[in-house]
C-alpha cells in the first residue's frame, strides 16, 4: 500500500470501530435470524474477529490481504442479507430519519468550521449560502489536509477554498435503504436531506442505526452491518 493510502486510511481506527459495531450489532439481534442463518453469521463473526485481530497486529500499516478481506466479507453479509429477507425499516424516509442542521457559510474561516464541528459533536457540515442554498460539505479531514498542504493558519483560509462542491445530497422521500447504498458507495457518514436545493436537515449514519435498534429488524440491522464495513474501506488512489 503507498504512503497515501496508509496517510488517508484514518482509518484504521475506523475500520476497527466498524467491526466492533458489526459483531455487536449481529449478537444483539442474532435470535432473530433463522437457525441457517444465525449459522452462518456465527462464521462470518469469526471472520470479523480475524479482520480485527489483524487490523490490531498491523498498527499503522494495512495490508492489502486485510482489505481484500473486508471485501469478501462485505459481499458476504450482503448475501446473507438478501437470503434473510427484506429488510422492512429500511423503508422508512430520510425526512422521517433526518435530524436540523446547521449550515456553515462558504466566507467561515476553517478555524469558525472547526469550532462548529466541535460545538456539534460531528465530523462534517453543509455550507450553505443566503442561509439555506446548498452549496457544500466540509469535513474535518479536508480542514486538516488543507492545514497539512498549505501550512497556513486555519484562520487564514475559508471553507470555500476546501469544502467539496460535489455534494451526495438525499430529497426527503428517499428511503433509508437507498441512503445506505450512497453512504457504502461514497463512503459517507452523514447525508443532507435537501428539496429543490434548499437544505432541509441531515441524515447521519447514526440515525440509521438508532432506527434499526430500535425496530429489531434483522434483515436491516446486517444491512447496517455492511455499510459499515464498506464505508471503513480504504480508498484507492
Not at 440509521?208 to 484507492?236: G, K
Request: charged share 25%; net charge negative; aromatic share 2%.
Amino acid at each position: 500500500m503507498t504512503k497515501s493510502n496508509t496517510a488517508s486510511f484514518r482509518t484504521g481506527r475506523d475500520l476497527l470501530d466498524a467491526l466492533q459495531t458489526a459483531r455487536d450489532t449481529a449478537r444483539v439481534r442474532a435470535h432473530l435470524l433463522s437457525s441457517e442463518a444465525r449459522e452462518q453469521w456465527g462464521h462470518l463473526q469469526e471472520r470479523l474477529d480475524g479482520l480485527q485481530s489483524s487490523v490490531e497486529a498491523s498498527g499503522d500499516k494495512v495490508s492489502q490481504a486485510t482489505v481484500k478481506g473486508v471485501e469478501e466479507i462485505t459481499q458476504a453479509i450482503r448475501e446473507l442479507l438478501h437470503d434473510a429477507g427484506p429488510a422492512t425499516s429500511l423503508a422508512v424516509s430520510a425526512e422521517s430519519l433526518m435530524k436540523p442542521a446547521q449550515g456553515c457559510p462558504p466566507e467561515e474561516t476553517l478555524l469558525g468550521a472547526a469550532k462548529l464541528m466541535w460545538e456539534l459533536d460531528c465530523g462534517s457540515v453543509p455550507v450553505t449560502v443566503e442561509g439555506s442554498t446548498l452549496v457544500g460539505m466540509i469535513t474535518d479531514r479536508d480542514i486538516c489536509m488543507a492545514a497539512y498542504t498549505r501550512g497556513q493558519p486555519l484562520e487564514a483560509m475559508t471553507v470555500s477554498s476546501a469544502m467539496s462542491k460535489e455534494v451526495a445530497s438525499a430529497a426527503p422521500d428517499t428511503p433509508a435503504t437507498a441512503l445506505l447504498t450512497q453512504m457504502s458507495d461514497k463512503r459517507l457518514r452523514r447525508i443532507p436531506v435537501a428539496r429543490d436545493g434548499k437544505l432541509l436537515g441531515i441524515v447521519s449514519l447514526a440515525d440509521v442505526v438508532r432506527h434499526v435498534a430500535s425496530a429489531n429488524d434483522a434483515a436491516a440491522a446486517l444491512r447496517v452491518v455492511a455499510t459499515l464495513a464498506a464505508i471503513s474501506e480504504p480508498a484507492s488512489r
